[in-house]
């Protein structure tokens, strides 16, 4: 049954003729005729009789006219409801995001977000970039945010939206630092007992590949964790010193329980990158989430 038909045999019926129709909305009298005509005989059946003044519904066309009124409403609500996603008065973000990133960044910025647009439901996961990537192809998630190295995939798009300084971090009673002015070497920081997050780690991974472009190793990995907070109260508790993302250490540097260690010539960023599914048109909640994330670290 052709929906158009049903919206003109609605206005015929409500109007009470096919030439006062005609003027509501704004369609030539014969042409409505003529498509009433053709659901007529798509049903094989008289849904109007024709009178000198305008027209009255049968008994088939009066049945007929309830479920084009109902149909009529639910097309109205689809289209309110469309316009509501359109204007994020209503929709759905589901954003995944690896460990630093979804502990240290991403609650701030998604509270950000619901005060903007506060009828969008929010969905908030961390995991690794393989399962992020996963979620991205399977639509599970509107977009991904993870820290150091790229996704290999061609089919994910990959955008750097702001570069995290790693930190070498330590007690501030660390012995070193009782010697004003004097820095540590990088070779005098990698002889240090230092606490690693596990094989496999982001941050891990970045650290290596930097210590070996200048030809050095950690010689003395005295503790391997699993999550930066267990480092950061280990370097506390005194079982070594660590580095770690600058974003992750705020709350201690204020208040005194860490320090960054002075080292001469240690300046090591990775990128965090914003993941989406490539050629996938995003919706208007992951739009403002993408223009939310450009204001807050335009690069």
């Not at 290596?208 to 999550?227: C, F, I, N, P, Q």
Request: hydrophobic fraction near 45%; aromatic fraction near 4%; include cysteine.
């Amino acid at each position: 049954m052709n929906l158009n038909h049903l919206f003109l045999f609605r206005a015929v019926a409500e109007a009470g003729g096919f030439s006062r129709a005609a003027e509501n909305i704004h369609v030539s009298q014969p042409a409505i005729s003529m498509q009433v005509g053709e659901l007529e005989a798509e049903l094989g059946l008289t849904l109007f009789h024709r009178l000198p003044r305008g027209v009255k519904l049968t008994t088939a066309g009066q049945l007929l006219l309830g479920y084009a009124q109902r149909l009529g409403s639910v097309v109205a609500e689809a289209e309110r409801a469309m316009a509501e996603v359109k204007g994020l008065s209503r929709g759905r973000l589901a954003v995944g995001a690896s460990t630093t990133v979804g502990v240290y960044l991403l609650p701030d910025l998604l509270g950000e977000y619901r005060r903007r647009h506060p009828g969008i439901d929010l969905q908030f996961d961390i995991a690794n970039t393989e399962e992020i990537e996963r979620r991205l192809a399977d639509g599970t998630l509107d977009a991904g945010l993870t820290e150091g190295l790229p996704p290999d995939s061609d089919e994910v798009e990959s955008v750097v939206f702001l570069r995290d300084r790693l930190v070498p971090i330590g007690r501030p009673d660390h012995p070193r630092l009782r010697v004003k002015n004097q820095p540590l070497s990088l070779q005098e920081l990698c002889a240090e007992p230092m606490i690693l997050r596990e094989a496999g780690s982001g941050t891990r991974e970045v650290i290596e590949r930097h210590l070996v472009k200048g030809g050095l190793k950690l010689e003395h990995a005295t503790m391997v964790l699993g999550s930066t907070e267990a480092i950061k109260r280990a370097v506390i508790a005194g079982l070594g010193v660590a580095i770690v993302s600058h974003l992750t250490v705020q709350p201690e540097l204020m208040s005194g329980q860490l320090v960054i260690l002075p080292v001469r010539n240690f300046q090591l960023t990775r990128p965090l990158h914003r993941l989406c599914w490539r050629g996938r048109a995003l919706n208007p909640a992951a739009l403002a989430f993408v223009r939310l994330l450009n204001e807050k670290y335009p690069i």
